[in-house]
């Protein structure tokens, strides 16, 4: 079991920033692919982005530019930090951790309880 708990989340003013976070525990997070989602109310589950254990990234066309993904394992932590934040940015951000670095919501089995944000136009 892994027990992943994201924090940073909050309200900004488009333009702005945030650093999100994400803690885990249970199993080394070495031996784990992160990744981020998001879902806006009434919209399905998306990925955001991912880092892979040899710390190859990839991300959403929508944040690739805007945002950077990166761990530090010795602290068993993934960091998400937004810049130039957009209104459509809104929703709630999820961390996942996986065998394989995928882009499929289907292929995680272990999730954050999430972290809302919020920005305002």
């Known amino acids: 079991q892994v027990q992943l708990v994201e924090s940073g989340g909050g309200s900004v003013q488009a333009g702005g920033s945030l650093r999100l976070s994400c803690t885990a525990s249970?199993?080394?997070?070495?031996?784990?692919?992160m990744s981020w989602f998001r879902q806006a109310p009434g919209k399905e589950r998306e990925f955001v982005a991912v880092?892979?254990?040899?710390?190859?990234?990839e991300y959403a066309d929508f944040v690739r530019g805007r945002s950077t993904i990166s761990r530090d394992n010795a602290k068993n932590t993934a960091y998400l930090q937004m810049s130039s934040l957009k209104a459509e940015d809104t929703a709630v951000y999820y961390c996942?951790?996986?065998?394989?670095?995928?882009?499929?919501?289907?292929?995680?089995?272990?999730w954050g309880q999430g972290t809302q944000v919020t920005v305002s136009s």
């Open positions: 996942a951790v996986g065998a394989v670095a995928s882009t499929d919501v289907h292929h995680y089995s272990y």
């Open positions: 880092i892979r254990l040899n710390g190859i990234t």
């Open positions: 249970g199993r080394p997070f070495s031996s784990y692919a």
